[in-house]
């Protein structure tokens, strides 16, 4: 499979990341001309800025820690620096406030997040979670409108099940899955 893009984690307090992180992934990905987005709780716009001042291309940014008012805020700074946005949603009701709040528009790619919150894992591609958050009307709505949908899966193994645009594994989206011959 080819990598599409990276996302690194730059939080230190949960995850031992750094912005530094992001500047050391940049020189790996920039002869491959691979974007690469800031992949932590971004509740604000001034990690917007950060990212971008650190080199990133975008920002994934999670509807589970940030309120409407202020992801509208977030997604003005990530178009005032021409940057990309993937807005993460861990559940149906996260995704019904999500449609409601932002334009399509707005939204480069929309990343389905399936997960045991005690844990921090995702859950089974099969899993009754992963698959209502799947199944949501919101999706198709969305991809007509140029959305791009990304699944994340919690194995390698579960390519063969996914009929995605794009899969997330680790930190890595992998473009769409194509069976072998």
Known sequence: HNVS???VVTDSSMSGG??????????QLAPRGLPLFASDPITNAYEVYAARVAGADGVVISAAVTDASDLKYQLKAVASLEMLAILE???????DALVVAVPPEQLDALLLVAR????????????TEAANLRAHSAIAEL?????????????LDE??????????????????????H
């Open 18 to 27: 750094a912005w530094s992180d992001l500047e050391t992934v940049l020189s």
């Open 5 to 7: 893009c990276a996302a």
């Open 89 to 95: 949603v861990h559940s149906p009701a996260q995704l």
């Open 159 to 180: 390519l063969a099940e996914i009929d995605a645009e794009s899969t997330l594994f680790g930190s890595v989206i992998l473009p769409p899955h194509e069976p072998a």
């Open 143 to 155: 991809r007509a409108k140029g959305v791009r949908v990304i699944t994340e899966i919690s194995s």
């Open 116 to 127: 045991d919150l005690d844990a921090f894992r995702p859950l089974p591609f099969s899993s």
